[in-house]
């Protein structure tokens, strides 16, 4: 069964502060390594794709990469804008169509 | 482009009560997604349609039952609710081939 883990659970910086999230996964046939960031009340939004060990996407403060069992997400100088819960999501396995199975996200705080 | 869009935005109903939800896949998107999250936890698979076929089922009983029309608009049927079944319901479209699903905003529902 595919298991994804994120840690931490929440994370509080102050702004300017950089940090990195991290999403450890177990799964059969890697497709596809996901990150979204979703706001309270609000669908997941995309940000990358990743699809093999040592890609890397950047897109504005943030960096995600990618190895055989995890994946980062790094936030560099964050703004008080980025706080949102990250969720991270694989796709695995050449039978199981689109499914996503998700991270319990981690919570970001950005103080100004 | 238009993105993917849900209906209604909240509801309210009651345990044993039926509920049906909508779904508008993204302009070009054939294949559809239903996620179920709960409070404080990652997106959980439903079901994915293809071709108006389900194409793919997670850990949900069969009152969970749904439809993809020629239009690739979709919905999502629950019968039988139970007061677990409160949670945020996502539709997520895609294309065949390509990996990305995209979200829309959901729809809370709450059992009472």
């Known amino acids: 069964e595919d298991q994804v883990t994120q840690s931490p659970e929440a994370l509080r910086l102050q702004e300017g502060e950089s940090s990195s999230l991290n999403c450890s996964y177990t799964?059969?046939?890697?497709?596809?390594l996901f990150w979204y960031r979703q706001d309270p009340g609000k669908g997941p939004e995309f940000l990358f794709t990743?699809?093999?060990a040592g890609e890397e996407k950047e897109k504005e403060r943030l960096k995600a990469t990618l190895t055989k069992k995890e994946s980062f997400l790094h936030i560099t100088a964050p703004k008080p804008e980025d706080s949102a819960t990250y969720l991270c999501?694989?796709?695995?396995?050449?039978?199981?169509?689109?499914?996503?199975?998700f991270g319990e996200g981690t919570q970001l705080t950005v103080n100004p | 482009e238009t993105g993917v869009t849900q209906s209604p935005t909240h509801l309210i109903k009651t345990r044993g009560q039926q509920v049906t939800l909508r779904c508008s896949s993204q302009?070009?998107?054939?294949?559809v997604s239903w996620y179920q999250q709960a409070l404080g936890q990652g997106p959980q698979f439903i079901f994915q349609?293809?071709?108006?076929?389900?194409?793919g089922r997670g850990n949900f009983p069969p009152r969970f039952s749904g439809l993809q029309f020629p239009n690739y608009s979709s919905e999502l049927n629950v019968n039988a609710l139970e007061l677990d079944d409160s949670a945020l319901y996502l539709c997520?479209?895609?294309?065949?081939?390509?990996?990305?699903?995209?979200f829309g905003p959901g729809t809370r529902l709450t059992v009472l």
């Open positions: 302009s070009g998107h054939n294949t």
């Open positions: 799964v059969s046939g890697l497709r596809g």
């Open positions: 999501a694989v796709q695995a396995g050449e039978t199981s169509g689109s499914r996503l199975t």
């Open positions: 997520a479209s895609g294309r065949t081939g390509a990996r990305v699903q995209f």
């Open positions: 349609y293809y071709r108006e076929e389900e194409n």
């Open positions: 990743l699809y093999s």
